[in-house]
């Protein structure tokens, strides 16, 4: 897995976090911190694109951080399990991964000075 595919599960984990705290934040230290991921998940969406097929990127990252805040919300939180859900999330899961198996290698960064 490349730097930049690192990057897109990274901001997805901040994603999950900013997400979580939109919801629960309470305290102006709770809203700092889900600013501070909101920032850092863009941050690192950006850089990652640098590299990566925008609408693959954004697409995993999105579908990381969807399946990521459901099982967050049921782990941490005592949302109800339901199985229709965590299979529909297996699935979110399966289209993910195979955008990234689908996914053509990093595009070459272009040398500087040369046209």
Same mark, same amino acid.
């Given at each position: 897995?490349?730097?930049?595919?690192?990057?897109?599960?990274?901001? *997805?984990?901040?994603?999950?976090?900013?997400?979580?705290?939109?919801?629960?934040?309470?305290? $102006?230290?709770?809203?700092?911190?889900?600013?501070?991921? $909101?920032?850092?998940?863009?941050?690192?969406? $950006?850089?990652?694109?640098?590299?990566?097929?925008?609408?693959?990127?954004? *697409?995993?990252?999105?579908?990381?951080?969807?399946?990521?805040?459901?099982?967050?919300? &049921?782990?941490?939180?005592?949302?109800?399990?339901?199985?229709?859900?965590?299979?529909? $999330?297996?699935?979110?899961? &399966?289209?993910?991964?195979?955008?990234?198996?689908?996914?053509?290698?990093?595009?070459?960064?272009?040398?500087?000075?040369?046209?």
């Amino acid at each position: 897995m490349s730097k930049h595919w690192i990057f897109i599960v990274v901001a *997805a984990c901040f994603e999950i976090g900013w997400v979580i705290g939109l919801k629960h934040a309470s305290t $102006i230290m709770e809203w700092g911190l889900t600013v501070v991921a $909101i920032l850092a998940s863009f941050v690192l969406l $950006i850089a990652a694109t640098a590299r990566l097929p925008v609408a693959t990127a954004y *697409a995993v990252f999105v579908g990381l951080g969807t399946a990521g805040t459901v099982i967050a919300e &049921t782990l941490l939180f005592g949302e109800p399990f339901e199985l229709v859900k965590a299979l529909l $999330i297996g699935l979110l899961l &399966t289209g993910v991964i195979g955008l990234k198996l689908v996914t053509p290698g990093e595009k070459p960064k272009p040398e500087k000075g040369v046209s």
